[in-house]
């Protein structure tokens, strides 16, 4: 519920920044368009997202979604869409980077099993 108030909340506040024109309403295809983006890339996402992270630990749950940005320049740069910069690749390293290094301290963090020697009685 809070990350589907969040997500209207700050909609409207870009609707209202940006735009605020009803005219996207008036057309089918916009029409269209808005219902689209509120109920499959947002509401039906956010409902298979939530549903998932209940099979998953919380820090690799989190490192997969910290990797959306990463994808997404990823994608953009397959489909012609931005070209791949240096900027873009420094970028994309910088985000591999912070959201693999807290995984990786607490792997290396979690205490190793010892075996542990019964005393041998004399």
């Given at each position: 519920?809070?990350?589907?108030?969040?997500?209207?909340?700050f909609?409207?506040?870009?609707?209202?920044?940006?735009?605020?024109?009803?005219?996207?309403?008036?057309?089918?295809?916009?029409?269209?368009?808005?219902?689209?983006?509120?109920l499959?890339?947002?509401?039906?996402?956010?409902?298979m997202?939530?549903?998932?992270?209940?099979?998953?630990?919380?820090?690799?749950a989190?490192?997969?979604?910290?990797?959306?940005?990463?994808?997404?320049?990823?994608l953009?740069?397959m489909?012609?869409?931005?070209?791949?910069?240096?900027?873009?690749?420094?970028?994309?390293?910088?985000?591999?980077?912070?959201?693999?290094l807290?995984?990786?301290?607490v792997?290396?963090?979690?205490?190793?099993?010892?075996?542990?020697?019964?005393?041998q009685?004399?």
């Amino acid at each position: 519920f809070v990350q589907f108030l969040t997500a209207a909340l700050f909609s409207l506040i870009a609707f209202f920044s940006f735009d605020g024109s009803f005219a996207a309403f008036k057309s089918a295809s916009g029409t269209l368009s808005l219902l689209y983006l509120g109920l499959l890339s947002t509401c039906l996402c956010y409902l298979m997202q939530t549903a998932a992270q209940r099979y998953v630990a919380s820090g690799p749950a989190a490192l997969i979604l910290s990797m959306e940005a990463f994808f997404g320049a990823v994608l953009s740069i397959m489909l012609g869409y931005d070209p791949a910069s240096p900027r873009l690749i420094f970028g994309g390293a910088l985000i591999l980077i912070s959201v693999t290094l807290p995984e990786l301290v607490v792997i290396l963090r979690k205490p190793q099993k010892t075996k542990t020697t019964e005393p041998q009685e004399e």
